[in-house]
């Protein structure tokens, strides 16, 4: 008998760990700009990217505002296979979608934030963003001001590792 039950928990074990694994991951992620010696005044673009994706893919997006935020300026999401702060002057980007304050200004909130502005951004040729790859590249989500160069209160962006087969793009933190 206890050989069979620690048979059966060791299957069961086995089981629920493979579930697990079978499940994709996401992250969820907000990013934002602001100064920070200013209270409530960050930009802010909330997404959530799947580990695994398609070409086709959706990535829906969210943009708001604090209170305090600037909106006299437009605000830059873009996709780039380059560092922002260490490319060392061979930035590149592709942009996604711009937003102009005056748009996020007109969502103004009964609490003074502004926005909750939905924005779906489609990936329908992944391979027009991603190298195809079997070892691990790096791409960056990129959060700036329009026209602003580089500063940590302009820009912010979240990193990730990829590898491409052709079909499907694996997405790691």
């Given at each position: 008998?206890?050989?069979?039950?620690k048979?059966?928990?060791?299957?069961?074990?086995?089981?629920?760990?493979l579930?697990?694994?079978a499940?994709?991951?996401?992250?969820?992620?907000?990013?934002?700009?602001g100064?920070?010696?200013k209270?409530?005044?960050?930009?802010?673009?909330?997404?959530?990217?799947d580990?695994?994706?398609?070409?086709?893919?959706?990535?829906?997006?969210?943009?708001?505002?604090?209170?305090?935020?600037?909106?006299?300026r437009?605000f830059?999401?873009?996709?780039?296979?380059?560092?922002?702060?260490?490319?060392?002057?061979?930035?590149?980007?592709?942009?996604?979608?711009?937003?102009?304050?005056s748009?996020?200004?007109?969502?103004?909130?009964?609490?003074?934030?502004?926005?909750?502005?939905q924005i779906?951004?489609?990936?329908?040729?992944?391979?027009?963003?991603?190298?195809?790859?079997?070892?691990?590249?790096?791409?960056?989500?990129?959060?700036?001001?329009?026209?602003?160069?580089?500063?940590?209160?302009t820009?912010?962006?979240?990193?990730?590792?990829?590898t491409?087969?052709?079909?499907?793009?694996?997405?790691?933190?």
């Amino acid at each position: 008998m206890k050989k069979f039950l620690k048979s059966f928990l060791a299957a069961a074990v086995a089981v629920i760990a493979l579930a697990f694994a079978a499940c994709g991951s996401k992250y969820e992620v907000s990013l934002g700009i602001g100064d920070g010696s200013k209270e409530n005044d960050s930009v802010r673009v909330n997404y959530t990217l799947d580990d695994k994706i398609e070409n086709g893919y959706e990535l829906k997006c969210t943009v708001s505002a604090e209170k305090e935020a600037d909106l006299n300026r437009d605000f830059v999401f873009a996709f780039s296979t380059s560092d922002p702060i260490f490319s060392s002057g061979d930035y590149s980007e592709t942009v996604l979608f711009t937003v102009k304050g005056s748009d996020l200004a007109e969502k103004k909130k009964d609490d003074g934030s502004y926005g909750d502005l939905q924005i779906n951004v489609k990936f329908e040729d992944l391979s027009k963003y991603f190298e195809q790859t079997d070892s691990e590249k790096e791409f960056h989500l990129v959060l700036h001001v329009d026209g602003e160069k580089w500063s940590v209160i302009t820009w912010n962006d979240s990193d990730y590792k990829y590898t491409f087969d052709g079909t499907k793009v694996k997405i790691t933190k």
